[in-house]
């Protein structure tokens, strides 16, 4: 069974960093895009930074210059790194990413079960 399993979330301080990893259980057959969101409370769930398989990314705006989402095929996992961290980025982050389990599966999107990230001093 695939499962994406996440971790790094943590408690820090206004200006510190943290390092999400997330990685797909499981030896899926193939990985497309793989991307962070996160939920503050109260609040949608929102897109934060995306990687396809040959690296090109895209982040959200108000995380641009301060998060840097990469990945590792061999390792079937997907990192944000993130700098400068404010309050207003206290959310659980959710690894999201398309695969296909076997050489015959369909294209499947599958999340992780989440990971809290806290800023505060």
């Known amino acids: 069974q695939v499962q994406l399993v996440e971790s790094g979330g943590g408690l820090v301080q206004p200006g510190g960093s943290l390092r999400l990893s997330c990685a797909a259980s499981?030896?899926?057959?193939?990985?497309?895009?793989m991307r962070w969101y996160r939920q503050a409370p109260g609040k949608q769930r929102d897109l934060v930074a995306a990687?396809?398989?040959?690296?090109?990314?895209d982040y959200a705006d108000s995380v641009k210059g301060r998060f840097t989402i990469s990945r590792d095929n061999a390792k079937n996992t997907v990192y944000l790194q993130m700098n400068s961290l404010k309050p207003e980025d206290t959310a659980v982050y959710y690894c999201?990413?398309?695969?296909?389990?076997?050489?015959?599966?369909?294209?499947?999107?599958?999340w992780g079960q989440g990971t809290q990230v806290t800023v505060s001093s």
């Open positions: 990687i396809t398989s040959g690296g090109t990314t």
């Open positions: 499981g030896s899926p057959f193939s990985i497309s895009a």
């Open positions: 999201n990413a398309d695969l296909r389990r076997f050489r015959v599966s369909s294209w499947s999107t599958y």
